[in-house]
């Protein structure tokens, strides 16, 4: 089976890298059977996000092989970056003709790549016409088509063939929107799989001396278009940042994109002044995770940093006015909070009082939803195999 896999933008590297190990373990688990079919696995980077600290660092850290191909697309609008997209891949799609295109997320790498391969048509000596369309992460929702990544998400899930769930809203999403029930398949997470497999090495990491710190802290982290390209919001936002700074100190890992609007604003001074807030360059995997697992608190736009801070039941503070990830609301330690100072400040209070919700862990999520995906391709792939 030949296995192509997409990654575009910093959260698909940790949901590639459970997959890239499940395949390497499935590989070397089976080798020795009668039947065995070794999974080759393509890796195709759409060059999305370009910078060492963006892409490659998590590359290295978390073990991914190097990709096989590099598309370079780089920065642009959303309609440049997802058709430069579309125009690199058709060839690589072509020259490699996969049995199954993987697909993670919801950055505009996984639509523009989606799109491709379900209107491609194999050479007709193929045993397919085009390669089985898998999205991982399947069914989030929500329910705010203002953000590009609802529409990346719809559009993808209504492309793919098969649809690997990480919480139950996600299957009852899907069901909504028509799709037919034997696609779909509640694995688990992967993100977690990554969590799991590398908090272990925390340890090493030396972030905390590297930036002077001791004692009870939090960490933001904010790059949606909705919270940072705005002026008033970014300013709200600082504000709010400024008066938890003086309940709690906070480390603030800058997203490029962030950074550039603080610039453009005139917004990075007023947190570089204050003495209590601690900024660094976007953080590596190893030492993001050893700083969240200590964490009093976390304030966030992210969608994944709701479920490892959920797993770590570290409380979680999320600025937004809705979530695709309701299990962690409903199960773990996320708190939905829209841009209101009026809420954030009395939660921030409720929580660092030890009043914070009791959590659990989602189902599945367990550190093995990568083998269960190989698991389904590989039954599947097998099916259609032997049907042509
Ligand atoms: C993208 C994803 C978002 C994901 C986020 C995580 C889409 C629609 N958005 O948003 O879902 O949560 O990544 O980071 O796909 N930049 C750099 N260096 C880089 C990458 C980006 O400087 O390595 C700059 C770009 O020039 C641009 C800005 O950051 O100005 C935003 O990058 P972009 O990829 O457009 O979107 P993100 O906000 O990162």
């Not at 060492?52 to 598309?71: G, T």
């Not at 029930?181 to 272990?200: A, P, Q, S, W």
């Not at 953080?283 to 966030?300: C, H, N, R």
């Amino acid at each position: 089976m030949k296995l192509l896999s997409i990654a575009g933008a910093r959260p698909n590297f940790m949901k590639l890298s459970s997959i890239s190990h499940a395949v390497e373990e499935y590989n070397q688990r089976n080798h020795k059977t009668s039947s065995f079919d070794k999974i080759e696995h393509i890796i195709v980077h759409t060059g999305q996000h370009y910078d060492v600290q963006m892409s490659r660092q998590f590359f290295d850290e978390l073990k991914i092989p190097a990709p096989d191909i590099n598309l370079e697309v780089g920065s642009g609008s959303h309609a440049v970056q997802t058709a430069e997209i579309m125009k690199r891949f058709e060839p690589v799609l072509l020259e490699k003709t996969p049995d199954v295109l993987l697909v993670v997320g919801d950055v505009n790498s996984t639509i523009a790549c989606t799109l491709v391969a379900s209107k491609i048509n194999y050479p007709s000596d193929h045993l397919l016409s085009r390669p089985i369309l898998t999205h991982v992460e399947a069914g989030l929702r929500s329910y705010d088509r203002s953000m590009p990544e609802e529409i990346n998400r719809i559009l993808t899930d209504a492309l793919c063939d098969l649809l690997f769930a990480t919480e139950e809203s996600a299957i009852t999403n899907l069901e909504r929107e028509g799709i037919d029930h034997e696609k779909i398949h509640f694995v688990g997470n992967v993100m977690i799989d990554t969590l799991y497999r590398y908090l272990k090495d925390s340890h090493k990491s030396v972030i905390k001396s590297k930036i002077g710190l001791d004692g009870t802290y939090s960490i933001v982290t904010l790059h949606r278009p909705s919270n940072v390209d705005k002026p008033e919001t970014l300013k709200l936002l600082i504000d709010c940042l400024n008066l938890i700074a003086e309940r709690l100190k906070i480390i603030f890992p800058i997203h490029p994109r962030t950074r550039a609007t603080l610039n453009q604003f005139g917004l990075l001074r007023a947190l570089e002044n204050n003495e209590h807030i601690i900024l660094t360059e976007p953080l590596g995997y190893i030492d993001f995770m050893s700083l969240l697992k200590d964490a009093a608190l976390v304030l966030t736009d992210s969608g994944g940093i709701q479920e490892e801070t959920t797993v770590l039941k570290v409380p979680c503070i999320t600025l937004r006015e809705n979530t695709e990830r309701p299990v962690t609301v409903k199960e773990g330690t996320n708190y939905l909070i829209g841009m209101n100072i009026n809420e954030i400040i009395p939660t921030v209070d409720m929580i660092m009082s030890g009043r914070g919700k009791v959590s659990t862990i989602p189902k599945y999520w367990d550190g093995h939803a990568g083998k269960r995906i190989i698991e389904h391709l590989v039954r599947i792939w097998r099916e259609k195999a032997i049907c042509i």
